[in-house]
């Protein structure tokens, strides 16, 4: 299960709540993954080199939306306004490898990120899955350059050995404000036809419609229909499009559309498709805008998918445990074991994070696998963890295994109860106690004051 959303967020800050907008309140099964396409994020100079050293407003505010739900940050990229987030449910983490990301400048020739691409890839349950957040050129009269820079985007090459082009992966989700306009109708036209719903009437003359019809590199990509407002261009806080001088025509500028390699491959192949030879599937459940946000003069648009896979990949690499009863008050023992392809290396670290952590840099504390190793066999593996590293108040955590190698987390195990230090609390406590013991003394001396 996968949500996807687009958004021209106009450099504003997050709204108050995304909970509608991440499908949060739905009554069906939670997603397994949520990929969160920005564009415009706010790139002023001083703003984005902060941003290089930390975490925007924006990722930080949806990793403390979705970290207590189980969800860790896999991955992002940022290209000045643009802004690609991908997050996925624990249970995921073992069978996700192989994790890249690129960006393509289009903006001035190539050499301003205002405008352009940023992709992650992966291999997902051993397929290669691939999401790609576009800005494209504004204005109507600009779709030769639109298609272009789209063309550009896509022809682009990870860096690496045997990962394929963008166009290769077995699935590409392209999205983002690819800002094709409705041409030809006028204004009027427009407004009173989604002001009737009656939408069909304007998808003839949506130049990405126009375009799919012509373009080869195109005519791949499957989209929803659009059966929702066009998304763009809106007055601040309200669903009234613009009444500015300019009144700018609406469009579907926010678009979501993907391609799946094998069907496009067997599809060609006429009588010779069959379900068997299909490892992987795309529905589109739900694609939708959602009006009520409006930070921005465009209004966000999700869509939510299933993929149907035919597992690849059936085991983790690495299988861990914690040995016993974990206390804060002593030294602690790890037990994992490894499949035998696993390209282990000296700089690989099992980390303690808690349950609801927000990405891998997020642990508690680490071990590294050679340097404290205590015991190995055939089987399995043993390295310890120091007391003194350990929360001294317990809680509920987990362990994953850090690949160097794999730049993943390739195991992870179940969550655990680690129980607090007593003897430190105990002593907290008495502190605390002692110290309360002497306060009327203290207030006695303030109130004479």
Not at 99 to 127: A, C, D, E, Q
Not at 135 to 164: C, S, V, W, Y
């Amino acid at each position: 299960r996968l949500h996807l959303v687009t958004w021209n967020v106009g450099t504003a800050s997050p709204p108050p709540d995304v909970t509608s907008l991440l499908q949060l309140d739905s009554l069906g099964p939670a997603m397994d993954m949520y990929v969160i396409g920005l564009q415009e994020v706010n790139s002023r100079i001083t703003n984005f080199l902060s941003d290089l050293a930390f975490d925007d407003p924006w990722s930080i505010f949806f990793m403390t939306v979705l970290s207590p739900l189980g969800y860790i940050k896999l991955s992002s990229i940022r290209m000045q306004g643009l802004l690609l987030l991908v997050f996925v449910k624990h249970v995921h983490l073992p069978f996700i490898r192989d994790i890249h990301t690129h960006y393509t400048r289009t903006g001035l020739y190539g050499y301003w990120g205002n405008k352009g691409g940023v992709t992650v890839r992966m291999s997902l349950y051993g397929h290669t899955v691939c999401f790609m957040n576009c800005h494209l050129p504004a204005h109507m009269e600009n779709t030769e350059q639109r298609l272009d820079d789209f063309e550009k985007i896509l022809e682009m090459q990870f860096e690496g050995e045997n990962i394929p082009s963008t166009l290769d992966h077995d699935v590409l989700f392209c999205f983002g404000d690819l800002n094709f306009r409705i041409a030809d109708y006028g204004i009027h036209f427009v407004r009173e036809s989604i002001n009737n719903k009656r939408y069909n009437l304007l998808w003839d003359k949506d130049q990405l419609n126009m375009a799919k019809k012509k373009e080869a590199f195109l005519q791949e990509f499957i989209e929803g229909p659009l059966q929702f407002k066009p998304t763009y261009k809106f007055d601040l806080y309200s669903d009234v499009y613009d009444t500015s001088e300019k009144k700018r025509k609406p469009a579907w500028t926010d678009r979501i559309l993907w391609k799946v390699k094998n069907l496009c491959q067997y599809a060609s192949k006429e009588g010779e498709f069959s379900e068997e030879e299909q490892t992987i599937s795309v529905t589109l459940n739900n694609y939708i805008s959602h009006m009520s946000y409006g930070i921005s003069d465009h209004k966000p648009v999700t869509g939510t998918f299933g993929l149907e896979l035919k597992p690849l990949l059936t085991d983790p690499l690495v299988t861990l445990n914690p040995e016993g009863e974990w206390s804060a008050e002593h030294d602690v023992v790890i037990s994992y074991s490894a499949v035998p392809e696993f390209p282990s290396s000296a700089w690989d670290w099992i980390g303690l994070f808690k349950v609801a952590f927000r990405h891998v840099n997020d642990c508690v504390t680490y071990t590294w696998v050679e340097d404290d190793e205590i015991s190995s066999n055939k089987d399995s593996k043993q390295v310890y963890m120091s007391a003194a590293e350990i929360p001294d108040m317990g809680g509920e955590f987990l362990l994953c295994y850090y690949s160097n190698n794999l730049q993943a987390i390739v195991g992870i195990s179940q969550p655990f109860q680690i129980q607090p230090n007593r003897t430190l609390i105990e002593k907290d406590l008495t502190q605390e106690e002692n110290s309360w013991m002497q306060k009327p003394d203290n207030l006695e001396s303030h109130n004479e004051f």
